[in-house]
């Protein structure tokens, strides 16, 4: 069977970029393994246009929100499901000092709309510990990612573009008009492996940081906020009392399996931000594919022009990836260029010491 592209790789990225990529009348052969742990699965599927203790707009947030909003509005009027939610971040401060740093930036005039409300005093919602106020973020949600997963691979399936099964590198062929992998042949092949782009013979290269993450979902009594809650870790009000709170960052031990001390971290974190009694009914562990610079990474390999990588965008992927799978996705057709900073090739000098250290233990 022919294809255009063979894509390596369902979780979020492969997944929008796939789906992207049909769209655009390209026939597509995804190979993917089912894993309940994947990261993209476990994840909360957060949408956050603000960054870090240091309240800083996220990267490009005013090039991808718009993007996001479109893809996952598009996907919806497709599948007749509702997949993302919209909602409103209150970021809780956690001292004057931090709430004196974003009075500080507050001025910018850059914010616009992302910004609904600042409180420099308690909101005193009930059950809510915010004593020094906190603002409240628009533009923000989550994506119902493990629900989104499911339709595009049921998708895959019923149309026969799907192979679910582990990818064997050993039975990649390269050809002069591309790639042929057991019965199928292609003129490109994207990999999408996330963290396990680190054991590719190709693309082993690239500077990745298997960065594992646990999630915990906990029940309430009949509580749901209108907003999910970020205060060293988010906390996602998924319906009927549940909560998704997460994550836990730690690239000492990259496995997927829970742990104690993440449970009781992401517990803690949770008793800090509500005063509401709860329980745990979930614990997951994934591992996301962070990158040095903390910019994704795609591109067409150096050596082999039938060879890209789609990967490395960390817990930003539901922001980012609607837009950057749009742009790469007309990379491949030739219509434009990737971007510069996403492009691997800024990393090549990672791959001329792979090859020479490849060619000294020959």
């Not at 919602?125 to 629900?147: C, T």
Request: negative net charge; charged residues 20%; glycine residues 8%.
């Amino acid at each position: 069977m022919k294809y255009d592209f063979i894509v390596v790789g369902h979780g979020l990225a492969g997944a929008i970029l796939s789906y992207t990529l049909r769209k655009q009348g390209r026939r597509v052969l995804v190979i993917d393994e089912p894993r309940a742990s994947a990261a993209s699965r476990v994840a909360a599927g957060l949408l956050n246009p603000v960054a870090g203790k240091r309240f800083a707009k996220s990267w490009l947030a005013d090039t991808f929100i718009p993007a996001a909003d479109a893809f996952y509005d598009e996907l919806e009027v497709h599948f007749g499901r509702q997949l993302f939610i919209h909602k409103p971040i209150y970021k809780i401060f956690s001292s004057i000092e931090e709430q004196n740093t974003w009075m500080a930036k507050s001025a910018d005039s850059s914010w616009g709309d992302y910004i609904l409300d600042t409180h420099t005093q308690s909101i005193h919602q009930p059950d809510i510990d915010d004593p020094y106020g906190g603002i409240m973020i628009g533009r923000g949600g989550y994506l119902q990612v493990a629900e989104m997963l499911d339709l595009l691979t049921q998708e895959l399936l019923e149309q026969k573009m799907m192979l679910p099964e582990r990818f064997d590198v050993e039975q990649l062929q390269l050809t002069e008009g591309g790639v042929r992998y057991k019965d199928a042949e292609a003129a490109h092949l994207i990999f999408c492996e996330g963290f396990q782009v680190v054991n590719n013979p190709y693309f082993k290269w690239l500077p990745i940081q298997p960065t594992k993450g646990e999630v915990l979902e906990v029940q309430t009594e009949n509580y749901d906020p209108e907003c999910i809650y970020n205060k060293a870790v988010y906390v996602v009000p998924v319906g009927d009392g549940r909560f998704k709170i997460g994550a836990t960052y730690n690239w000492r031990q990259p496995d997927e399996e829970p742990t104690p001390q993440g449970q009781e971290e992401l517990a803690e974190r949770f008793g800090q931000i509500t005063t509401q009694p709860f329980h745990v009914t979930g614990h997951w562990a994934g591992i996301r594919p962070a990158v040095r610079d903390r910019r994704p990474l795609a591109g067409t390999h150096p050596q082999f022009a039938q060879l890209s990588v789609f990967n490395g965008m960390g817990s930003k992927g539901v922001l980012m990836a609607p837009y950057l799978a749009q742009r790469f996705a007309a990379a491949l057709a030739g219509t434009e260029e990737v971007m510069p900073e996403i492009h691997i090739l800024r990393y090549l000098s990672l791959y001329y010491d792979y090859i020479n250290q490849q060619n000294q233990q020959l």
